[in-house]
């Protein structure tokens, strides 16, 4: 997998989320506050959920395996962070 295609991969859950700015406002004051992950906060399981549909999406669309961005990172908070 190549830099590029991790970047259009990036680019394409920007391009494409559906929570909103308040959503990830509450997440981040939450994980600041409480010290918890993203998927632990009460609206960080629908953007964890989200941002996998949507690798699911762009894995499909360009004929890769549904898990292959797990290569590269962690989980889906980590591409959260890299957002």
């Known amino acids: ?3 590029s295609h991790l970047e259009k991969a990036l680019q394409y859950v920007r391009d ?3 929570w909103t700015e308040a959503e990830e406002d ?3 004051e ?3 506050r409480l010290r918890c992950p993203l998927r632990m906060t009460s609206t960080g399981k629908s ?3 989200n941002i996998r549909e949507l690798l699911e999406s762009f894995a499909e669309e360009n004929d890769l395996d549904t ?3 797990s290569e590269n990172f ?3 908070e980590e591409i959260f962070w890299a957002l």
């Open 1 to 3: 997998m190549t830099q």
């Open 16 to 18: 494409n989320k559906t």
């Open 26 to 28: 509450v997440a981040l």
């Open 30 to 32: 939450q994980i600041g």
């Open 47 to 49: 953007i964890c959920n």
């Open 67 to 69: 898990d292959w961005w």
């Open 74 to 76: 962690d989980d889906e």
